[in-house]
């Protein structure tokens, strides 16, 4: 069974923070590797995709990958209120699989 | 700007009425797909076109259907609802060919309820 598993939380960061979102997957021959931010009730909505061992950085937004260890994760520097939200990790490898997320709760 | 349009937002039927969900998209993208979605759970991948080729998944109940007229447009057919399939039903597009190796762009979502 091909999987993507991310803690569910709730991840609670003062705001301000460096947040930490994990996501580790099962298929080696992964390829692609996205993160959604899902608000409650709502679509979700691409943040980040890295292809490549290393960081991706956009803004307060950093992407780390390490496909040795099979781990991809995000970070969110300066956490701000309005980050609150659950985080989807995707995977692609013959299909893209999604991770049930994340939910991060910003405290002020 | 370009988009990914999902009609409507919010639909309610009757247990065993047939339900038609709609999206349409903006962005020329090749590749067109839909998801359920229940509260706390992963997006699941319930179908996807790549142009005009169909791929079904493995697990998706007879019951779903989906038509792709034109690039722009693909409708989700439930042709009889059951109390499980009240659920949030994502449109998506991307790019292709390679569309596991492309981001997926959402509309907003239809929540279907049952009644």
């Known amino acids: 069974q091909k999987e993507v598993e991310q803690n569910s939380g709730p991840l609670s960061v003062p705001e301000g923070a460096i947040a930490s979102l994990n996501c580790t997957y099962s298929d080696r021959g992964s390829q692609s590797f996205f993160w959604y931010r899902q608000y409650s009730g709502k679509s979700p909505e691409l943040i980040m995709f890295i292809y490549s061992n290393g960081d991706k950085e956009d803004g307060r937004f950093t992407a780390q990958l390490n496909k040795a260890s099979q781990y991809v994760s995000l970070l969110i520097r300066d956490s701000q209120p309005s980050d609150s939200a659950t985080y989807l990790c995707?995977?692609?490898?013959?299909?893209?699989?999604f991770g049930s997320g994340t939910r991060l709760s910003i405290r002020p | 700007d370009a988009m990914v349009i999902q009609n409507p937002r919010y639909q309610v039927t009757q247990f065993g009425k047939p339900v038609t969900l709609s999206c349409s998209q903006t962005?020329?993208?090749?590749?067109m797909y839909w998801y359920q979605q229940k509260s706390s759970q992963a997006p699941k991948l319930l179908f996807h076109?790549?142009?005009?080729?169909?791929?079904n998944e493995a697990d998706t109940p007879d019951n779903f259907q989906s038509r792709r007229p034109n690039t722009s447009f693909c409708f989700l057919d439930i042709r009889s609802p059951g109390l499980g399939d009240a659920a949030m039903y994502l449109c998506?597009?991307?790019?292709?060919?390679?569309?596991?190796?492309?981001?997926?762009?959402f509309g907003d979502g239809t929540r279907l309820s049952i009644l």
């Open positions: 076109y790549y142009d005009k080729d169909f791929n």
């Open positions: 998506a597009t991307s790019r292709g060919p390679g569309e596991t190796n492309q981001p997926q762009h």
């Open positions: 962005l020329n993208h090749n590749v």
């Open positions: 995707a995977v692609g490898a013959s299909k893209i699989i």
